[in-house]
């Protein structure tokens, strides 16, 4: 019984944070006891919330507390020290096969409340202290308990890899950077980590942006089969209707339109089931990538942190459609009409014309936009041979190199008359026209240059001062893109852009799905502007420039093609 008591007085003598022994107790007003280092330290982190809590019953106080010495507390500590007894952490304190162990408990360990990565060791409460007390310790960096922190250290020099080598992409030490690093371009982890923080927040915002616009699908989707199903009730209802009315023998055509409609609305909504699981899937990925970058971004050393983001798989590119395109459906309508006709020629239909009569239901066109490419080999696989037309080049234009380059010129050329001819603007457009998935690179020089599509009745006519002007319309779309200032225009409205420059610029047109977007092509593919519409013609690709001296060329393209 006597043991039982001293087990007592050894729980209540310890301090719930550190679990040692209460050093310097002090008491809150809640009426808990901790080690006067252990309450500021907790409180210090709660400082920039303006409320401060018990660690043990998080009772809360505003404003913080002002703690005084628990001198009888601190009487009955020191005489318990005089008599040799030390305070047993309880089982649960003991690190087990999962948890990261205290390094410097000697026996049976304690479990680590924090990692130090200066000193490259994870610490208990009890051996936690000195870095809390002491000013020698006041810089080092304590983060989580942590087990790879020996991967901060580098293998060739044992010193530890604050430095990321943006050349090598790899981290590194001091001594690395002076010796097979020398000259590269290298920065501190921490200045890394906070550029790729950057990175990783824009991607978690694709991510969830990605998410909406599954989800949306989705319900559009849902939608579709309530469509489909309703529409195809009423088609039956009606049949049967009129089919009623006309005794035994409509009976049966009645039943066998009734199979017909049935069949398609089942075939219809099992695509649309297929496509509503893809997008299920899709989104759990998503959700699972979100979540992996959230547990990043609180990792709090920098190193591990630029190591673990560097190794994340690349994301590949959303290049999806945000919608869902439904033609209408006109089941009913369609069925009505039929039926009527039936009518109206029964005798004559259910002797010999029962052929003559069919079911004539629209199709059901549910189109998610194909994969967009995310490498430069992967929309070569795309690409499209091009030339320019002579019978629309603008006067101050000039074409080479097989017709594939304008130039822009000071006079005008007396090129001869043609309905099709620009002019009065220094702009062309391709002999080929666009459909399907295409994709076409621009090399171009000078001050600025204009790299649009357009449909082929865009005005020509002199009188007409914009409508023929690429992007101040609604049948052109056109980039504008210089070494100063880059736009994108459509319909009279001027996105500003702002990318680095490049000499080579790619256009990747998918026709159907009505995407088309403009990349900076270089040793990766960057992408520049995207549209997502609807396209009711055929394309063709346009060059632009009224600068002087400017030039831009169809690059021929074939899949063995590099940067």
């Known amino acids: 019984m006597a043991q039982k008591g001293v087990q007592l007085d050894r729980e209540t003598l310890s301090c719930p944070v550190c679990l040692d022994l209460l050093r310097d107790p002090v008491t809150t007003p809640c009426g808990h006891n901790y080690c006067t280092s252990c309450i500021r330290t907790h409180w210090d982190t709660e400082d920039e919330k303006g409320i401060h809590s018990c660690p ?40 087990g096969a999962e948890d990261v162990a205290c390094d410097f408990c000697t026996g049976r360990k304690l479990k680590a409340l924090k990692s130090c990565l200066v000193c490259l060791v994870s610490y208990c409460g009890q051996h936690l202290q000195p870095h809390y007390e002491s000013a020698a310790f006041k810089k080092h960096k304590l983060v ?14 044992d010193e530890v890899m604050k430095i990321f080598c943006r050349t090598d992409q790899q981290r590194i030490c001091y001594l690395c950077s002076l010796d097979q690093h020398k000259g590269h371009d290298t ?51 009606h049949s049967e209707k009129m089919f009623t009315e006309q005794i035994r023998l409509m009976k049966r055509r009645s039943s066998e339109l009734k199979q017909q409609v049935r069949s398609q609305q089942e075939a219809k909504v099992r695509r649309v089931i297929e496509i509503q699981e893809e997008l299920e899937q899709e989104i759990g990925e998503l959700k699972r990538r979100d979540a ?16 673990s983001y560097r190794s994340l798989p690349a994301l590949r590119e959303d290049t999806h459609s945000s919608s869902i395109n439904i033609c209408p459906l006109s089941h009913n309508k369609d069925v009505k009409a039929a039926v009527s006709e039936l009518r109206e020629k029964l005798e004559h239909a259910l002797r010999d014309d029962w052929t003559n009569i069919s079911l004539t239901v629209t199709q059901v066109d549910v189109l998610l936009c194909q994969p967009e490419p995310t490498t430069r080999a992967g929309f070569l696989e795309y690409a499209q041979q091009l030339t320019l037309d002579p019978n629309t080049v ?170």
């Open 144 to 157: 989580e308990p942590s087990r790879k922190l020996q991967e901060n250290i580098c293998s060739r020099h």
């Open 394 to 563: 603008g006067m101050k234009l000039l074409l080479s190199e097989e017709n594939r380059k304008a130039s822009k010129l000071e006079e005008e050329v007396s090129y001869s008359y043609h309905p099709e001819r620009y002019c009065c603007r220094e702009q062309v457009i391709s002999r080929e026209s666009l459909t399907g998935r295409c994709y076409w690179e621009v090399e171009w020089s000078g001050e600025k240059v204009g790299v649009a599509v357009t449909y082929k009745n865009i005005s020509r006519s002199t009188n007409d001062r914009e409508n023929d002007v690429f992007g101040l319309n609604g049948k052109s779309w056109a980039l504008s893109y210089g070494k100063k200032e880059s736009a994108f225009l459509h319909n009279k409205i001027k996105t500003p852009i702002s990318v680095p420059w490049s000499s080579r610029l790619g256009v990747y047109l998918d026709h159907r799905a009505g995407v088309l977007s403009f990349y900076r092509v270089s040793d990766t593919m960057t992408l520049i502007h995207r549209v997502r519409t609807c396209f009711s013609q055929p394309l063709y690709a346009g060059l632009s420039s009224s600068y002087f001296r400017a030039s831009a060329e169809l690059v021929k393209l074939k899949e063995s093609d590099s940067v």
């Open 292 to 307: 992996e970058l959230e547990e990043l971004s609180h990792t709090e050393d920098h190193s591990q942190f630029v190591h």
């Open 187 to 237: 920065v501190l982890a921490a200045a890394e980590r906070t550029e790729r923080q950057t990175e990783l927040e824009r991607s978690r915002l694709n991510i969830q942006q990605r998410i909406q616009d599954r989800e949306k699908d989705l319900k559009e989707l849902q939608q579709e089969v309530e469509d489909i199903s309703s529409s195809a009730d009423k088609a039956v209802k």
């Open 56 to 95: 043990q019953c998080r009772q809360t106080f505003t404003p913080r507390p002002v703690l005084l010495k628990n001198t009888m507390l601190a009487a009955v500590v020191e005489q318990l020290k005089k008599t040799g007894l030390q305070a047993a952490p309880a089982d649960h304190c003991y690190a």
